[in-house]
Every structure is written in structure tokens, then in C-alpha cells.
């Protein structure tokens, strides 16, 4: 008989992620025959941005994620300008692409070592504290020097992301959101010091990609030569493309493109739509493209498993991320699967960190930053770029120069998402089929394949119901302000 594992919540991921797969045993072993991704929270942020001032979006929208804000104002920043009809300054761009380059680096450093790393490794007698406790401890774990080693190198990255966030701030005036991202640039001036104190500390984080990263990324692929066949999944691939290297968007340094079925192809944004079949959103909310993209919300809808919609390019589900983009741009073509995920994220931090260097060079200290511009009284726009985790889109409508309209189709929105209309599991979950799984007790093998996409719920579902010890803190919190003042 079937049996049920509920994951819930599962732990290192960025928000808030249940997963509950079906096991049986097929073929002698127990492995998943069925799963279901879901995402428990609301926020409501594309609500929360009708009626205002379309130049807040850029800063409302970085509220989403605190992991991955500076794509979010990347893909605010597009959306407005393309409604607004302005390029940015060459200076602006290369400065975003800057700032946009040290959060992949700080992203894709913490997804390794901090979020997905602790699967792979058995810190028995290394590490007996938390993070590592409590913990799964399988057989196929690695122990002795190599966890020793890595567990060295997980405590080098948490430095190693501080550094990254401590270069992007030099351009960006903090971190991890940025205040001066804004339509046609930035508002960051350009100076040989600023500079120069970012290329020293883009040094140290290449030093540490190439030599420890990386390797580190191949030791474990080495270790477990059989996720080199598991979570494969839809195996069909998309990114908007990443990193303008030029105003007018048209080269990028990632580019734009797909992997359907086999075949390469390209991108065309109105080939999008959002299905909510089992999303806990009103019918009224689907089938729709983003552009004219409805959230209503409908918690108590039947049949609904999660606030994520079902993104889908041509009815076709797709996946998204560092291995998405990789691949579209032909830099790496190894494979589809859980090992393929992880290596691909490290490469790409290597041909970013590399890019960066190159882009310092190309900006003209005291050079103007910002192109002005006015707000139109009716406009709609479109932002696509990709976050640390994949494919990230913005439309915005305006009128009367206000923000009539609001959506955003996020990475993990494309990753995890539930079934759609035509009851097509989303790419997470197809992954998860075939999973082996040698003990319910201690599903690694299920977590494994869920952090290889490193999902962030954060982005993806924008209500909590709070229990009764929830409701109690928030009122004792709000009698503690109210005294405060």
C-alpha cells in the first residue's frame, strides 16, 4: 500500500514550503509515485501596489524577498522604464549589473554551503550544535576529512557572503536592498575609490569561487553519482536572460531563451499564462497572461493545495534557474538533474564574478548615472530578468499616473507551483517522482531533490492564519509599542 511522507515545513528553504509525496514500492524499492508542492502563505504585494506612485514599485517590490530584493528592483526598474519609454545611462547599467551580480554571488554561495550542503554531509563528532543538530544521518552521508572540510568551508562562505553584500553596497548604498535603483539608472555616483574597493573585493570572492567553491560543488557531485540521474524532472528549460550589455537590452551576458521538448527556442512573454485549478486563488484569476493578470484570492477554493498559481509557456511546464540559463546560453549541457543544478549555480558564479571584473572597467568615474524622466498618465510595461533563482518577471499598468496594475511571476513561482488546469504537475514536483526513498523516518532523498532548486517561498506567495500563541505575541507586541510612544 501507498504510504504519505509530509515534509512540513521543509527547513532551509527561503519562506515557508510543505511537501507531501506518495511512496510506494515499484521495482523492489520504495520510491515517490506522486507529489504535491505546497506554498502556506499570502502577502497580497501585487495589491498593495495598485493606487501608488509607480516610482515606489522599485522599493515596495524588494520588500517580496530579503534574499534576492535587488532583482526585484532590477525587474521593477525594467518594467517602468519600458512604460516610461527611457533606457538607462551606461553608467546606470553597468552599476545595476554590478550590484545584481554581487547578490547572485552572496545567493548562489549561500544555497551550496548553507541550504543544501548539510544533506550531503554527516557532521557526527564534527559538529554536535545547531545548525547540524537535529539532523538526518543516512549511510550514504559523507564523514570523516571531506564533511570536516566542508563543514570548514560552509563557516569560510558565511564570510564570503558578507563580503559579497559588502561589495554590492558600494554601488547600491546598502545591502541587501538597494536605495538607489531607480527608472533610467541609478543614483549612486561613480568614483575611482568606489571602484577600486569593489574590484578588491570581487578578487577575494573569485579567489574563493575558483578554489574553494566550485571544487567543493565537484567533490560532492563525485560523492553522489546518482543524482546525476535523479530529479530530472520536465527537463524543459527557460530564462529571460540576465546582465543588459547594453541600454537597449538586447545583448546580455545570460541570454534569453528556452529548451522545449529537445529543442532550442526563444521567448515570447504573451505566450504566458497563469492557471489556479489547484492554487487558492478565484477561477477569476486564471488563465490569464500576467499583463492582464487578476489576484483574488479565495482561500477556502476546493481542490486548491497552495498560494502559488501555475505559470506555464505555451501550456508547456518549464524550470527555471542557474541551470536553466547555463544551458539556454550553452554554457554548460551535462544534464537535467539534481547534481546538474548544483554544479551549473557554481559555474555560473565563476562567469558572473569573471563578467564583474570586465564591467569595472567599463565605467566613467563622474560619469552621469541618471537619465530623468516623467510619469505618464497611462502606460503598461514589462520587466524580465532573472533572479539568483531563475526566470523574474514585473507588468505594470498605470493610469492617471498611478499604478492600475500589478503582477509578478517569480522563480519559484515557475518551480514549485501546483497543478494547473490540465492537472500537469509543476516542475518541483515532477522532479520528485522516482525519488528513492530508503526510510520515511529520514526522506533525505526527497530534500535533496527539493534543494537543488532552491526554492523561495518568500518570492513565490505573496495570509497567514496565525494560531492562538501567534494572535497573543502580535497583541502583546502592540501593546509594546503603543507604550514605547
Not at 560552509?154 to 554601488?171: N, W
Request: net charge neutral; glycine share 10%.
Amino acid at each position: 500500500m501507498p504510504s504519505v511522507i509530509n515534509i512540513s515545513p521543509v527547513t532551509r528553504v527561503e519562506g515557508h514550503l510543505d511537501v507531501e509525496v506518495t511512496v510506494e514500492t515499484v521495482r523492489g524499492r520504495q520510491e515517490v509515485i506522486d507529489a504535491r508542492a505546497t506554498a502556506p502563505m499570502f502577502r497580497g504585494f501585487e495589491r498593495i501596489l495598485v493606487g501608488r506612485d509607480p516610482l515606489d514599485a522599485v522599493h515596495y517590490t524588494q520588500r517580496v524577498c530579503g534574499v534576492c530584493p535587488i532583482a526585484h528592483a532590477m525587474a521593477s526598474s525594467l518594467a517602468l522604464e519600458n512604460a516610461f519609454g527611457i533606457t538607462p545611462t551606461e553608467n546606470g547599467r553597468i552599476m545595476r549589473n554590478l550590484i545584481l551580480g554581487a547578490n547572485f554571488i552572496q545567493s548562489h554561495i549561500l544555497h551550496f554551503y548553507h541550504l543544501a550542503a548539510p544533506d550531503y554531509i554527516n557532521t557526527t563528532g564534527i559538529l554536535d550544535m545547531s545548525p547540524w543538530k537535529p539532523r538526518f544521518t543516512v549511510s550514504d552521508m559523507v564523514t570523516g576529512p571531506v564533511a570536516a572540510t566542508l563543514v570548514g568551508h560552509y563557516v569560510q562562505a558565511l564570510e564570503m557572503r558578507r563580503k559579497a553584500h559588502q561589495m554590492g553596497a558600494i554601488f547600491a548604498g546598502r545591502m541587501p536592498t538597494t536605495a538607489s535603483f531607480v527608472p533610467g539608472g541609478t543614483s549612486e555616483t561613480v568614483t575611482a575609490s568606489a571602484v577600486s574597493s569593489f574590484r578588491a573585493l570581487l578578487t577575494e570572492l573569485r579567489a574563493f569561487i575558483n578554489n574553494v567553491y566550485i571544487p567543493d560543488g565537484s567533490a560532492v557531485m563525485a560523492a553522489f553519482p546518482e543524482y546525476m540521474e535523479l530529479g530530472r524532472g520536465c527537463g524543459n528549460l527557460l530564462a529571460y536572460g540576465v546582465f543588459d550589455l547594453n541600454a537597449a537590452g538586447t545583448s546580455k551576458l545570460l541570454k534569453r531563451g528556452r529548451y522545449t521538448a529537445g529543442a532550442d527556442g526563444t521567448v515570447d512573454a504573451s505566450q504566458i499564462k497563469e492557471y489556479v485549478a489547484h492554487s487558492w486563488f478565484a477561477a477569476s484569476s486564471g488563465d490569464l497572461n500576467p499583463a492582464v493578470g487578476v489576484t483574488e484570492p479565495n482561500a477556502d477554493k476546493a481542490g486548491g493545495y497552495s498560494w502559488i498559481k501555475a505559470p506555464r509557456y505555451q501550456d508547456t511546464v518549464h524550470e527555471v534557474g542557474p541551470l536553466a540559463r547555463m544551458w539556454v546560453n550553452g554554457d554548460y549541457r551535462a544534464g537535467v538533474s539534481t547534481m546538474d543544478r548544483i554544479l551549473a549555480r557554481a559555474l555560473e558564479a565563476r562567469k558572473v564574478a569573471d563578467a564583474m571584473d570586465g564591467w569595472l572597467n567599463q565605467l566613467v568615474p563622474g560619469g552621469v548615472v541618471y537619465k530623468p524622466s516623467t510619469t505618464p498618465v497611462t502606460a503598461v510595461g514589462i520587466g524580465l530578468t532573472e533572479a539568483a533563482r531563475g526566470a523574474l518577471g514585473h507588468w505594470v499598468g498605470i493610469g492617471a499616473q498611478k499604478i492600475s496594475r500589478y503582477q509578478m511571476v517569480t522563480p519559484t513561482g515557475w518551480n514549485a507551483s501546483p497543478r494547473d488546469d490540465m492537472e500537469q504537475l509543476g516542475a518541483l514536483e515532477q522532479a520528485l517522482l522516482g525519488t528513492p526513498v530508503a526510510d520515511a523516518a529520514q526522506p533525505v532523498e526527497v530534500l535533496r531533490v527539493v534543494h537543488s532548486f532552491d526554492p523561495c517561498l518568500a518570492c513565490s506567495v505573496h495570509l497567514v492564519h496565525p494560531g492562538p500563541k501567534a494572535r497573543r505575541l502580535a497583541t502583546v507586541q502592540a501593546g509594546l509599542t503603543q507604550a514605547a510612544y
